[in-house]
């Protein structure tokens, strides 16, 4: 299921639905000028965690719209699952989708754009701090955006396992944000469809 987005629906009529649940994720993003074994550029640090059933996915979690804004719901999550307080806005809103799976939810998706010190100090304090850290959240994980000659980095990365419509939102952003060409972004999707498909082949 965590190929399937989900329909997507307005953000007033989001909150004008009843009976259904909420959940606000965020992608959290840097530039940088580091270099991989000092010669390959990794351009800019995309922050995903490793949940506690062992999908990767995005900081956040289930808000309650009647007692606060989505944003401020989200925030509290951050500082629970990152150990920091992270303000976001409405500026920071992307969109909204009725969830795959379960049912009954609706995802609220946000990024924001960061200082690469800023993106270090959240993922110290989501080891010292976090009240999750270790628990639901086993650890902040930094999204390699580069393809290697063997199709290591973004392609296998990719193979991995992602929770509900995580896997789609982060290949979203990165197409919405230009944080990688498309040519490579389509060649890298690919690569990991064949590593998935590899997998399942072999009974090893």
């Known amino acids: 299921m965590e190929e399937m987005e989900g329909q997507e629906i307005s953000r007033e009529e989001a909150l004008s639905r009843v009976g259904y649940k909420h959940a606000c994720h965020i992608l959290l993003h840097a530039d940088t000028r580091a270099k991989l074994f000092g010669k390959i550029p990794i351009k800019h640090v995309v922050l995903m965690q490793m949940r506690f059933d062992g999908l990767l996915g995005f900081p956040g979690g289930l808000v ?27 500026d920071d809103y992307v969109s909204s989708r009725l969830a795959p799976s379960p049912p009954q939810l609706i995802t609220h998706f946000y990024t924001k754009k960061m200082s690469e010190p800023e993106l270090v100090e959240i993922e110290k304090a989501a080891v010292a701090n976090a009240v999750d850290h270790g628990l639901e959240v086993l650890g902040m994980v930094r999204v390699p955006l580069y393809t290697l000659r063997n199709g290591g980095g973004l392609p296998w990365f990719l193979s991995h396992s992602f929770i509900s419509n995580s896997r789609a939102q982060l290949l979203g952003a990165l197409q919405r944000l230009r944080l990688v060409p498309q040519g490579a972004l389509d060649e890298a999707v690919k690569q990991a469809e064949h590593m998935r498909h590899a997998r399942k082949a072999d009974p090893h």
Do not use: D, F, H, Y
């Open 64 to 90: 309650k719209p009647s007692e606060e804004s989505l944003e401020s719901g989200l925030s509290r999550e951050l500082q629970e699952e990152v150990g920091i307080a992270v303000p976001v806005t409405v």
